[in-house]
Structure formats: C-alpha cells, structure tokens
C-alpha cells in the first residue's frame, strides 16, 4: 500500500450509513434498515470436499488444559457413528512468563505418529506472535447498561491488558461505528464513545393484543415452554373477549399461535441480518494477522432453525483460525419481582432465556477454543479471560461418507478412558455448506463488486454530489435511485415483503479498495405504503468523508425477490 492510499486510509471516515429519502418510509416500523462495513474477501476459505474439522480443548478437574494425547485418544462420533480421524494436531501456546495475558504467542503445533493421520511439523520453540483482536458489539440487542459496561470493559482492555504488537478493530451489529485493526488507542477510544443502541425496527404488531416479545413468541411457535402460550392466551381473553364464553376464549388459543408465528417469522429475519452482518466482520477478520479473535460482546439472539448459518459461521472461524470468545452483556440478570401472571413468567423462565439466547455465541465459542462467560457483572475481567489464548489445544479432522445430505449432524467429542475430562468441541455441523456448487447471495454480490462488471437487471441510477461538512471537510455523498414499480413484492401476513441490498465501494483511481459500506433494506408494507413506494420511487444515500483526490465508486444492489442485481463504477474527482 502507498504512503498516499496510507495517508486516505486514515482521513476517511464513513460518516453516514444508508439513508431513505422517500416520504413514505421517514418514520414508518414498515422497514428496518441494517448497515454494516464491507471488506473485499481478503482471504479465500474453500472447504474441501468432505472434510469437518473440530477445534478440541480438554481441560481436567480442575479447569486446567491437558496436554499430550494423541489421535487414538480421542472419539469422534457424527450423530451417534464413530468416525476415523484423518487429520490431528496438538497446538500450544508459550506460557507468559509474567508478562500480560495479551501478549501470549501463536500457538504452535507438534505432530504425532498416529497412522492414517495428516499431521504438522513439531516446534520446539514458538515464537510469540501478537494478537488480532476482533471487538463486536451487538448493539442491536444489547439493552442500553449493557453496551455502555461493554465498551468500559473495551477500555479497560485497551488501556491495561495489550502487549505491544497487539492491534485491535471495533466492529458493530448495526454498522454505524466500524474501526479497522488499529494500534491507535486513541481512535479505539473515540470508536467506544460513539456506541449507541440501534435496536431492531421490524414490526411486532404493535396494535396486537397481547404483546409478544421477541422471545416470547419464539418459545411458543417452538413449542418450548407451555406456560408462555397460556400467558398469553390469558391476556389474549381480557382484552378481547369482554363477555368471556367458551368460543371467544377457544378462539383466543389460535389466534395467540397465530400472531406468535408472525412476530418470530419477523423477528427470525433480524438474526439472520444479524448473521450475515458478523460473516462480513468474520471474512475480514480471516485476513488479518494470526493470532486471530473475535469477541463477541452480546446477550445473545434467537438462532433457532438457523443452524446452517451459523454452522457456516463456526466453518470459516475454523478454517480461518479464528478463536471465537463471547461475554454476555448483559452480566447478571436478577427476577423484576412485579406482579401479574407475565412478570411471573419472564421471571421463572429466566434461566431458559439464557440459555436459548446463548446458544450460538456459546456453542461457537466450544467450537473455536474460546470462552463463553456469563452470569458475571464482572464485564472487564470476563473479555481479559475471553482474550486469553488456552496453552493447549487440539485440531481434529474427519471425512464423513457418502454425499452430504444437507441435514444437521450432531456431534459428539470423547477423550477413551478420560477420567474427569471435560471436552470442549462443536455441537455438530450443516453438510451441506461443504460441496455447495450454488454461490450465496453474499458471494454474488462480493463477486460483482470486486469484478467491476456493469449490471442491469434492475432500473437504478446514481448520482455523486461534493458536499462540505461543518468543519469544511470535503464530503462525497452518493444517492441511489431505484424504481420501486420494478420491484417484485411477495405477500406474507397481509404486507407486501421485499429486501433490498446497497453496497457502497470508495476505491482510489487505480481500483484499490478504501472503504465500503452495506446495507440492507427490509420492507414488509401495507398496501397504501406500497402505492406511495411505487410513485415516489427510492433514494439510499451513503456518504464518505474524503480529502481532495481521484476516486471511484462502485455500487451494487440486489432485489431479493427475484435475485435481480445492478451494478456500476463511476469516477469522480474531489477538489
């Protein structure tokens, strides 16, 4: 990189993230808008053909990391059938020798003769290696305590628990405060003052009765807990049904299943916006320096039915080697104590909560040989124990027979005669992400950006406008117009769904990347709001603040509907 893309790097700044300018949408809970910094693929993670790997740590008794098995030692089951292990590597890390916790090295790896096995070559002496550590706060479901004891945690970190050579990148669900992998303290400090909530606006059926929440209404369509559904179908007959007869509260039972399946149906669309934001962040991650981590700073989401996304997630940390930790952020959580027959609920169903929100930073974590900490208030010591690296660790591999079938696997990791052992390993694996020919929706539009290739499958324009800021920066704002009556709109639950994706790239005049910028705009309308979509047509602006020079952007949208893409490169010049 040159000493003056160096110098734009720094100056640049994505100020603003997508924005609507049409009328209909300016206040209106019919659309939710998700932004997230976008990286090109820096590293390519292909998955061989028919390969799972497992990230393995084995602590005993007492908590502490066992060393020195081998291959044999170990059992792998895949829903309940052993498997032969074909590749296997104990890594280590150097012990700190009284130094901080943050400056523990690369772990190295020494093979085994196990027969069958692919092995690494032994080092008798690593090297230390600083760390990238990935910060990623959810400050879409974090409650507003929550984000702000994080980013005190992050403070903490920063200003006492790094070794020199250590870097550390800021990275939000809701994209409004991104900071790439940095040495600058200073800037990671201004990035944590800047966190802000940025809760979901997707409908919950605001005039409905009873209230879901979120949770609530995962629980009962999931048939997880009884007690929910009868809360309320309990508040479902007091405010509907005044005269209270056996039909009017028999009706109730349905219509409760009823607006539970359309709240959790929104809802599930918001974690996996939530998803695919952290597999941008993860690709990224994939390309920094070893020793990589990513900390996820959550109270966790409803992931439900999703396991081929986040086992696709588990997949590339795995084959990235990167350690995924997580901390809940919301600490402890103590029972509200109200009256009422649903505080009651929320209070006895705390512990299942949890458990369920936490399933897959938790499992996530087992997977990668990293933390889940929980039920501590204790944020700033928990992501100095989740940025820790384990002084031993285990890679194992196995091919599965056969084709994959698309299906879940359950997995099951085994120490033979272990006595006391507690292994921790992933849950299990989605086949079918491994010889995948189909490229995801993700991959396309990565694949167009970086291609620069010119796209016309839908009605769209942009227009670049110079603006000065306050403080007489030069500000590139860039508007895309789409027509809306292109848009092909799917009914669901009486509204009118679409989703649309805008990728924003700033490349310098010779086509190297400066920033970029992705967002994702859901819409599910009423048909009065469509009408008006239709007339006033769309305007997403993103805008950059960028010193005088010459540039290019390069825009990409994508219709989910019908998989349409647009796609163009224009230059400008910033005087």
Request: aromatic residues 6%; neutral net charge.
């Amino acid at each position: 990189m040159g000493s003056c893309r160096k110098r734009i790097l720094q100056l640049l700044t994505v100020l603003l993230g997508c924005a609507l300018a049409s009328a209909v949408m300016q206040t209106t809970p019919e659309v939710r808008i998700r932004t997230a910094a976008w990286f090109p693929s820096g590293l390519v993670i292909k998955a061989e053909a028919n390969l799972v790997e497992l990230g393995v740590i084995v602590r005993d008794a007492y908590g502490h990391t066992v060393s020195g098995l081998k291959a044999s030692d170990f059992e792998v089951l895949d829903d309940h059938h052993p498997r032969d292990i074909t590749i296997f590597a104990e890594q280590r890390s150097q012990p700190a020798s009284g130094r901080s916790p943050a400056a523990a090295p690369e772990p190295a790896r020494t093979s085994f003769s196990a027969p069958g096995t692919t092995v690494h070559s032994p080092s008798t002496a690593p090297a230390p290696v600083a760390r990238s550590i990935a910060l990623f706060f959810d400050d879409v479901h974090a409650s507003m305590m929550g984000l702000r004891k994080s980013a005190e945690a992050a403070e903490k970190l920063v200003a006492g628990g790094l070794a020199p050579g250590d870097r550390v990148a800021i990275f939000t669900a809701s994209g409004t405060v991104d900071v790439d992998f940095t040495n600058d303290w200073e800037r990671i400090g201004v990035a944590l003052a800047r966190l802000r909530l940025h809760p979901s606006a997707a409908i919950h059926t605001s005039d409905a009765c009873p209230q879901l929440t979120d949770y609530q209404a995962y629980v009962i369509t999931r048939h997880l807990d009884l007690m929910a559904k009868q809360v309320a179908v309990a508040e479902a007959v007091a405010c509907k049904c005044p005269d209270p007869t056996p039909e009017c509260i028999n009706a109730q039972q349905q219509s409760v299943l009823d607006l539970a399946a359309t709240v959790w149906e929104l809802s599930k669309d918001d974690s996996i916006t939530s998803l695919e934001v952290l597999g941008i962040v993860m690709r990224h991650v994939a390309a920094a320096p070893a020793k990589r981590m990513l900390v996820l700073l959550s109270p966790g989401l409803l992931t439900g039915g999703l396991e081929e996304q986040t086992s696709a997630l588990t997949d590339i940390a795995l084959r990235a080697n990167i350690t995924i930790a997580a901390l809940n952020s919301e600490g402890l959580i103590a029972p509200t104590m109200q009256r009422g027959g649903h505080a009651r609920w929320e209070d006895r169903s705390i512990g299942q909560r949890e458990q369920v929100l936490s399933e897959f930073p938790a499992a996530a974590a087992s997977a990668t040989g990293g933390q889940y900490l929980h039920n501590t208030n204790d944020l700033a010591g928990g992501l100095r124990a989740a940025t820790a690296i384990p002084e031993v660790s285990y890679l194992l591999g196995f091919s599965p027979p056969g084709r994959p079938d698309g299906k879940y696997h359950e997995l099951k990791t085994r120490v033979r005669r272990g006595q006391g052992y507690r292994v921790e390993s992933r849950a299990g694996y989605y086949s079918a992400g491994f010889t995948r020919e189909t490229e995801t929706a993700q991959e396309r539009i990565d694949r167009i950006a970086m291609s620069g290739a010119v796209v016309e499958e839908l009605p769209a324009s942009v227009r670049l406008q110079r603006l000065m800021s306050g403080d007489g920066q030069a500000t590139l704002q860039v508007t895309v117009a789409v027509d809306a009556r292109s848009l092909k709109f799917a009914a669901r639950e009486g509204r009118h769904v679409e989703v649309l994706t805008f990728l924003t790239v700033l490349e310098d005049a010779q086509g190297d990347f400066i920033a970029g910028k992705q967002s994702e705009m859901g819409m599910a309308l009423t048909s009065a709001s469509l009408a008006k979509l239709r007339e006033n047509g769309i305007r997403a602006v993103t805008s950059f603040a960028a010193p005088p020079g010459s540039y290019r952007v390069r825009e990409v949208l994508r219709e989910a509907a019908q998989n349409h893409i647009w796609a163009s490169s224009t230059p400008v010049e910033i005087r």
